[in-house]
């Protein structure tokens, strides 16, 4: 099945830093979705975003299908943006289960 | 709408003893999933239902686990007789469409703790 990577494994910014996490999949998508699940346990969607860019108010991801690779920036950081992030994808032609990468763990210091 | 709502949020039980999960997808969704979040081995997909129906359950982990959708509005998630390596964060997920083509939007999560 996929392989879902992401990187870095953890983070620590100061309020106000700006910060890049990568995913990298083994396959092509047809599904690719980011998500933060925040210190309470909640994960919320962020991003579905198989191609392109999409843009959330200081949140962007960039998913580039083609070099199996999804890029997701967070612009002056606030200490609410602390929490895990999550990667998943699905592949094309497989059974459409989203398979979910190990997360980055962000930490934002006030 | 609500939102994706689970039932109960927290369970505490002893090994052996029977384990209903609840699951109410938001309106007008068509797929239903059930996902199991450890320490060790993450965020997994245990089985997933589109339109009632169940399409993959390859990630069901034995047969004392077994998940049923009766109809477009309701989901339970069962583990008879649970164990404590069954302790876990229990999500579940619904989405528009078929599959995982769609954004999916997760519930709360219900905290099982097995003694």
């Known amino acids: 099945g996929i392989q879902v990577e992401q990187s870095p494994p953890d983070l620590i910014l100061q309020e106000g830093a700006n910060s890049t996490l990568r995913c990298n999949f083994s396959?092509?998508?047809?599904?690719l979705q980011w998500f933060h699940q925040n210190p309470w346990g909640q994960l919320i969607n962020l991003f579905y975003?198989?191609?392109g860019t999409k843009q959330n108010g200081r949140l962007s991801a960039t998913t580039v299908a083609t070099e199996r690779y999804s890029l997701l920036y967070i612009s002056s950081s606030q200490t609410t943006d602390s929490g895990v992030y999550f990667c998943?994808?699905?592949?094309?032609?497989?059974?459409?289960?989203?398979?979910f990468g190990k997360g980055m763990k962000l930490t934002v210091n006030p | 709408d609500a939102g994706v709502i689970q039932s109960p949020r927290h369970e505490v039980t002893e090994m052996g003893q029977e384990v209903t999960l609840r699951c109410k997808p938001i309106?007008?969704?068509?797929?239903l999933f059930w996902y199991r979040q450890t320490m060790m081995r993450g965020l997994e997909l245990l089985i997933y239902?589109?339109?009632?129906?169940?399409?993959?359950d390859s990630g069901m982990p034995e047969d004392r686990f077994s998940a049923k959708m009766p109809n477009a509005s309701f989901s339970t998630l069962k583990i008879q007789p649970s164990e404590p390596r069954d302790s876990a964060v229990y999500f579940c997920?619904?989405?528009?469409?078929?599959?995982?083509?769609?954004?999916?939007?997760f519930g709360p999560g219900t905290r099982l703790l097995v003694l």
């Open positions: 998943a994808a699905s592949t094309q032609g497989g059974s459409e289960k989203l398979v």
């Open positions: 309106s007008g969704h068509n797929s």
């Open positions: 975003i198989p191609s």
């Open positions: 396959d092509s998508v047809n599904n």
């Open positions: 997920a619904s989405s528009r469409g078929a599959g995982g083509r769609e954004t999916q939007y």
């Open positions: 239902f589109n339109n009632n129906v169940p399409i993959d």
